[in-house]
């Protein structure tokens, strides 16, 4: 008998031994898988690094000169370095092919610049001489119907194709009665002018082929396009990729103009514009996809929206912090004349008033808002540059 239930005992054992063999082996696992949860979780927690290389390339009439101050206003916060227009220059050349030599003291600096943001026609490799590896690209688009009547405006006393017509309705019914493509260097703002400061011909041929290989270079160049039509949402998009934070693309509008210098475009003018600029109009309509799909993927349209109405919201308070009068004026009605924009064509190019009673630091801030473009590269210089020269630029 007591063989018996010693026998009993030790097979109880035995099963009480295999059943908790299986409890910490369940348990195991499950704390394993856990464990992978918890660090899967944790990576994406993790707050991701600010880029600080960067490369924008500044397209004309993109509302660019808003992005410019942008970056400029970041390399400031950082202190970080900027690759300049040498010597007298205002832009990196353009509308020369971009050559490494454009940057002021490349010979010294080499590979060390850390944002690249003025005008210039881009080419790849000379970029990358000046530019480090890891550097980010990317640049903005513009609607090619909108472009063109802004660009009209804008050159109209400077290119040949514009100045001898009455109106964009007149140019458009006609374009090669004015336009001459031998004469590129004036005219290149009369047509396909996107085309051309990435790079390429902006009087080739639209050939399918030939677009699709474009289209692919620049996609192989450039990490970002945005979309000026959409400028909130690609700031958001913008502060996302590069991992900045919303005050770093805070913005007052830059280089806009008065809605009394605006022409309307008849609807025949419209779809003459997507024939003449037909390489820019592929180029816009392509990128417009990959800018909402980039969206879709990453931020999506519920989380974009909060995040606007934020960003309008941020803008909105440093607006009545700094602005007088609230918004932009016209240029004979800005106080402080050395913030006068540079003034083109027959635009009434706008720009801000601040208020008289801002403390020292709010007055720094403000002033970095709404320096214009050639102002605020200037400054820049003499501060990166104060042995060299400074830029005669023939403002207050």
Request: charged content about 25%.
């Amino acid at each position: 008998l007591k063989l018996f239930f010693l026998s009993r005992n030790i097979k109880c054992l035995i099963i009480f031994s295999v059943c908790l063999g299986f409890v910490f082996l369940s348990g195991f696992f499950h704390a394993k898988n856990k464990n992978y949860v918890i660090s899967e979780s944790q990576e994406e927690l993790l707050p991701c690094r600010a880029k600080t290389n960067v490369m924008f390339l500044k397209t004309h009439k993109t509302a660019s000169s808003t992005i410019l101050n942008i970056m400029f206003r970041f390399a400031e916060r950082y202190n970080l370095t900027v690759a300049l227009p040498a010597d007298e220059l205002v832009h990196l050349g353009y509308p020369e092919t971009f050559l490494a030599q454009f940057v002021e003291e490349f010979q010294a600096i080499g590979q060390n610049y850390n944002i690249m943001c003025n005008h210039l026609r881009f080419n790849p490799s000379e970029v990358q001489k000046v530019m480090a590896a890891d550097t980010f690209y990317f640049s903005i688009l513009r609607n090619p119907i909108s472009l063109l009547e802004s660009s009209y405006v804008y050159y109209k006393d400077v290119v040949p194709a514009f100045r001898f017509s009455k109106d964009v309705n007149e140019y458009l019914a006609s374009p090669m009665k004015y336009y001459h493509p031998a004469d590129y260097r004036k005219n290149i703002y009369a047509r396909n002018i996107m085309w051309f400061d990435f790079g390429y011909d902006n009087n080739a041929e639209d050939n399918k082929n030939y677009v699709q290989t474009v289209l692919k270079e620049i996609e192989q160049n450039f990490h970002l396009i945005l979309i000026a039509d959409y400028f909130d949402e690609s700031m958001i998009l913008l502060k996302h990729t590069l991992c900045w934070d919303l005050d770093d693309v805070i913005y007052f509008k830059l280089n806009s103009r008065s809605q009394d210098t605006i022409q309307t475009l008849t609807p025949e003018s419209k779809e003459r514009i997507k024939a003449w600029c037909s390489l820019d109009w592929e180029l816009y309509l392509h990128f417009n996809r990959s800018f909402w799909r980039r969206i879709e993927e990453t931020i999506g349209l519920e989380e974009l929206e909060n995040e606007v109405d934020h960003l309008r919201t941020r803008q909105k308070e440093l607006m009545e912090i700094c602005l007088l009068d609230r918004e932009a004026v016209g240029k004979d009605h800005i106080n402080n004349k050395a913030l006068l924009p540079y003034q083109s064509g027959a635009a009434n190019i706008l720009g801000y008033n601040l208020k008289q009673d801002l403390d020292n630091r709010r007055l720094r801030t403000c002033q970095r808002m709404v320096m214009p473009e050639l102002q605020y590269m200037s400054y820049l210089y003499a501060v990166q540059h104060p042995h060299k020269k400074r830029k005669q630029l023939g403002l207050p």
